[in-house]
């Protein structure tokens, strides 16, 4: 209706569900993107993923993924020279994903509802434990699924002076608290086209407030019930 189009950055959500539908299946966007860095919720090691159900747009993403080059004769600007022949039809990239990430990534995909199920069973388990706490949680609205790629805490306003004493007491006590995400208009690089502290103030509040706590599928009752009691003891 506007004649925009629509690329979803899904990278934290693989698994998860919006309005019913999986996210990724197109419905809400023309192209959405997928990570499977280490840390995301399945891996390849390294790489990502793009989804469309535009054959166009796959057509141009397959050519730019492989140096714009192509070897079907119905795409090429004249016959083929032999068996071995192939023409760089636009200015590409080297983004192929190695055949050993791609195994690594079927085998990883084979258990992403399991994942998700586990993630969901411990964020659960945290809401519950702090429910009744000074923390402020983060869950998903209506009919959503999230992935749960992170677990994320907000700190009581009145403690956010108290953020980085208490991310540092909770490493040293062998857990590894950490913040997600540092505004991007506060990098050096977006500082220098102009952007300042105080353009975004909302993102800036919650950037001195947001506590990730671990979250992973192998995460065991034991070690989550040591996380609970130790952010309890420190935020009061």
Known sequence: HYGFSIIEDASHAVGGKYQGKAIGC????DISVFSFHP????TSAEGGMALTNNAELADKLRLLRSHGIVSDQKRMTEASHGPWYYQQIALGFNYRMTELQAALGLSQLNRLDEFVYKRNTLAKKYDDAF???S???LR???DNVSAYHLYIVLLAEHDAKNHKSIIEQ???KDICA????IPIHLQPYYQELGFNPGDFPVAEQYYQRAISLPLFPNLSEQEQHYIINTVKSLIG
């Open 26 to 29: 197109g419905q809400f966007s």
């Open 39 to 42: 840390v995301k919720i399945i």
């Open 131 to 133: 429910a009744d706490s």
């Open 135 to 137: 923390l402020s949680l």
């Open 140 to 142: 998903p609205h209506g």
């Open 170 to 172: 909770l490493r040293a």
């Open 178 to 181: 950490h913040v997600h995400y």
